[in-house]
């Protein structure tokens, strides 16, 4: 079994800065991508940005140049910063990691685990 737990996200004034985490725990071998979705009231969730194993990255147009991801591959962490925050970042962030569970050890194939979900609230 596979735990994702995330933290950081409250609210802040829009200008402002949060930066979220995103630990993995449990039966893991690797993992390969990891990605901050995002989904605000009555509207569909969205990639916010991935990063993959190798460190290659892409980003949602919005907020390209004023989010930044990163990951500690040695804690199963991913981190979401976040600067320059406009109203219209608030939602509910959640983390997804594609994971080889070790039961799966040696395979391609991977299995995909989601955070509980934290929410960033950005006031005007």
């Known amino acids: 079994q596979v735990q994702l737990v995330e933290s950081g996200g409250g609210l802040v004034q829009a200008g402002g800065s949060l930066r979220l985490s995103c630990a993995a725990s449990?039966?893991?071998?690797?993992?390969?991508?990891m990605s901050w979705y995002r989904q605000a009231p009555g509207k569909q969730r969205e990639l916010v940005a991935r990063i993959g194993s190798g460190g290659s990255t892409n980003y949602l147009d919005s907020v390209r140049d004023r989010f930044t991801i990163s990951r500690d591959s040695a804690k199963n962490t991913i981190y979401l910063q976040m600067n320059s925050l406009k109203p219209e970042d608030t939602a509910v962030y959640s983390c997804?990691?594609?994971?080889?569970?070790?039961?799966?050890?040696?395979?391609?194939?991977?299995?995909?685990?989601w955070g509980q979900g934290t929410q960033v609230t950005v006031s005007s």
């Open positions: 997804n990691m594609n994971v080889v569970p070790t039961h799966w050890r040696g395979s391609t194939m991977t299995q995909s685990y």
């Open positions: 449990g039966s893991i071998w690797s993992i390969n991508d």
